[in-house]
């Protein structure tokens, strides 16, 4: 496995990410784009790139909060119950909006084109990054075919930039996968988003992980859950399987 450290030049600034491969694989011509969590890019996130790798692609992952490094390093088990790290990490969510991944979300696509990935590119991402993964589809539609999203929140919110209001636009395939009890994507808001991509004929999947929290699916995360993140890998590594020939 290698990983490359980028700085990918955006409208606001510079960018660094990991880009990883196999070193088995001889060339890498599907790429994904995996959008972090709240915590931002770290070693659990290393982790879960290299596991996507392995299937072959290349994975970027690119640091969303650029824009106000240095910060951190969080502790994804404490970080929002810490009063010191909760006040942190929320000025840096909500402080880097939807607008402005969507924009970085080209030179990312550039970054991964300068790098040799010329296939299909897929998106992936987790919390936070759920709804920069469908947005990004729903933006570039001649380059992102996928389009997955794990314990996303806000997906359909009332919010100007909520995910579901594009759904008109997204050309690619969809996976949603949402935990059976999460406060940030209630029932309503499935409900809302599927109604959204039903209405707008995107091909689409909506499952509830029964049994599972928000943050199932990291590592490192208190949420995680070996059991429901095996059945997220299964799931995701089929869709793309399917979908990033």
Not at 51 to 79: I, M, S, W
Not at 125 to 154: E, K, Q, V
Request: charged content about 20%.
């Amino acid at each position: 496995m290698t990983k490359q450290h980028l700085h990918i030049e955006t409208r606001d600034g510079v960018a660094k990410a990991g880009l990883f491969r196999s070193a088995t694989a001889s060339s890498t011509k599907a790429g994904v784009i995996l959008y972090q969590d709240a915590f931002g890019p770290r070693r659990a996130l290393d982790s879960m790139a290299e596991r996507l790798a392995n299937e072959g692609y290349a994975v970027l992952v690119p640091d969303l909060f650029y824009r106000n490094a240095p910060y951190g390093p969080f502790d994804a088990k404490t970080a929002f119950v810490e009063e010191n790290t909760k006040a942190a990490l929320t000025a840096l969510v909500t402080g880097t909006t939807q607008e402005m991944t969507i924009r970085d979300s080209a030179a990312f696509l550039d970054a991964l084109a300068a790098e040799g990935v010329t296939g299909r590119i897929g998106t992936v991402g987790y919390c936070m990054g759920g709804g920069r993964a469908l947005n990004a589809a729903a933006t570039y539609l001649d380059r992102i075919r996928p389009a997955a999203s794990f314990h996303g929140g806000n997906l359909a919110s009332d919010a100007a930039d909520s995910p579901h209001r594009k759904a008109a636009s997204i050309k690619a395939r969809v996976y949603v996968g949402m935990s059976g009890t999460d406060r940030s994507f209630p029932p309503e808001q499935s409900a809302r988003l599927a109604e959204a991509l039903r209405v707008a004929d995107v091909d689409y999947l909506i499952e509830n992980y029964v049994g599972v929290a928000h943050g199932w699916c990291v590592p490192d995360h208190s949420a995680f859950n070996a059991a429901g993140a095996e059945h997220h890998w299964k799931r995701l590594t089929e869709f793309f399987a399917e979908t990033l020939v």
